[in-house]
């Protein structure tokens, strides 16, 4: 999964790796958005990294949120910030990079 949404996302491999380790559902939405990805693939994605979650009405309730905050992203807006993502990943590549 990491590696599709890396390719897909133009992102570095170990940028989505973070937001699926650290949580960062935020991240993952903007990506499945920005790439064009439907809500119930979105949802896949967010149920294959919640399928740690002991509470099933807790994972479903956080579900539904994610789905609120998926629709009423804007992918004009998702673009924008995968560009950010983008351009913020190459400029770590470069620090890491010695000269």
């Known amino acids: 999964m990491t590696i599709a949404l890396s390719l897909m996302g133009d992102l570095p491999v170990g940028h989505i790796e973070r937001a699926f380790v650290h949580n960062q559902v935020d991240h993952l939405l903007v990506i499945a ?9 979105t949802r896949a994605i967010l149920v294959m990294r919640d399928s740690r979650e002991s509470n ?7 579900i539904g949120m994610h789905r609120n905050s998926f629709i009423r992203l804007q992918q004009s807006t998702a673009v924008s910030a995968l560009q950010s993502y983008r351009l913020r990943a190459r400029a770590e590549a470069q620090l890491e990079t010695p000269p």
């Open 33 to 41: 958005k920005a790439i064009g990805l439907s809500w119930e693939t």
């Open 56 to 62: 099933e009405s807790s994972a479903d309730r956080k």
